[in-house]
């Protein structure tokens, strides 16, 4: 699998941009960040969009997205999430208010949007060779996680998360771990301000790290303040833990 770090920030301040991970040219992990970093041309290579939970961080390139696709003729889109999530989306976002209803607008044989509802717990095959699961985390809303299966092994994905258990339990029943992506999005002195916004620290984000049964696996960090970056890459580093180490924007991974 190749993932593209199109944005990995806890929100989007001059060069920092939200969150956005695009899998094998065609697959999101979060829509906080597309067409400000993709071309026209990789844009339409996207189908599929799976969003962790509703904040406008992780979901507001859906209508730029869909927008420019719809004016190039291109073929539609489908977000995946668990029910309530869309749900969500589809009151308060994708409306025909704050957002056109692009599930109501047909072009060539499709509409621009599709919803595909996850049930937690079940992989999804797509076209590509991968399938993912949505499993329940903790947020100060409805969120979930992902877990990206190939034919040699597991990624992790926590979208926005305070101290969970239950994805780490799923993750230690899985036979190969491949990687972690995993938020840490404040420093350790605003811990009461993490919990109150279920986020991570660097020191819970390390408690979270010892739930999960492989420990060789490399872990990148994504979700930082983009104020508090310098502090949380100390606190990183005086880990000293050579597995972790904090994303940046563009860079490509392969596992």
Known sequence: MRIKVLGCYGTEFLQFKSCGFLVDGSVMLDAGTIVSTLTL????????????HAHLDHIKDIFFLANNLF???GQGLTIYSTKEILQTLQQHFINGIICPDFTAIQQQDAYVLGFETMREGKFYPLDHGISIRAEKVD??????????????????????????????????????????FIECSFPNELQELAN?????????????????????CPVFIFHMKPQYLKTIQEEIDALGDKRISML?????ITL
């Open 248 to 252: 940046t924007e563009n860079e490509v």
């Open 139 to 180: 947020h100060n809303i409805e969120a979930v996680g992902y877990i990206i299966r190939s034919d040699y092994g597991h990624i992790v994905y926590t979208g926005d998360t305070g101290p969970t258990d239950h994805i780490w339990e799923v993750c230690n029943t899985l036979d190969k771990v491949l990687a972690v």
């Open 71 to 73: 004016e190039d003729g």
């Open 196 to 216: 109150l916004c279920g986020h991570l620290t660097p020191q819970t984000m390390t408690l979270e790290l010892q739930k999960l049964k492989e420990q060789n």
């Open 41 to 52: 041309e990789e844009q339409r290579g996207i189908r599929d969009v799976f969003i962790t």
